[in-house]
Nanobody, 121 residues
């Protein structure tokens, strides 16, 4: 089982920046994708950005393209989300996720506890 610990959320003014971090520990299988999801009040959880273990071809939600950057440090089993030019509509609880996408453990998924991001003046 994988444990995910997130940090870096908070309150920021529109146009500001935040950097989220998520450290994974435990049994981490190869062929995985780490990502960030968010859920705003009254809305469904949505994938914001995802990056495979090879760090190739990250996925971004259309509304965050050009503003958010996802990256990962394989040696530290950590994924980051740099969020720039934040907008009020980015306000949500952000969750870290790791999913095994290959091999016999394909489909195994773990979630972090979530970190609140509030964009407001």
């Amino acid at each position: 089982q994988v444990q995910l610990v997130e940090s870096g959320g908070g309150l920021v003014q529109p146009g500001g920046s935040l950097r989220l971090s998520c450290a994974a520990s435990g049994t981490i299988f190869g062929f995985n994708v780490m990502g960030w999801y968010r859920q705003a009040p009254g809305k469904q959880r949505e994938a914001v950005a995802r990056i495979p273990s090879s760090s190739s071809q990250p996925y971004y939600l259309d509304s965050v393209k050009g503003r958010f950057t996802i990256s990962r440090d394989g040696a530290k089993n950590t994924v980051y989300l740099q969020m720039n030019s934040l907008k009020p509509e980015d306000t949500a609880v952000y969750y870290c996720n790791i999913e095994v996408v290959g091999g016999p453990m394909k489909g195994l998924s773990s979630w972090g506890q979530g970190t609140q991001v509030t964009v407001s003046s």
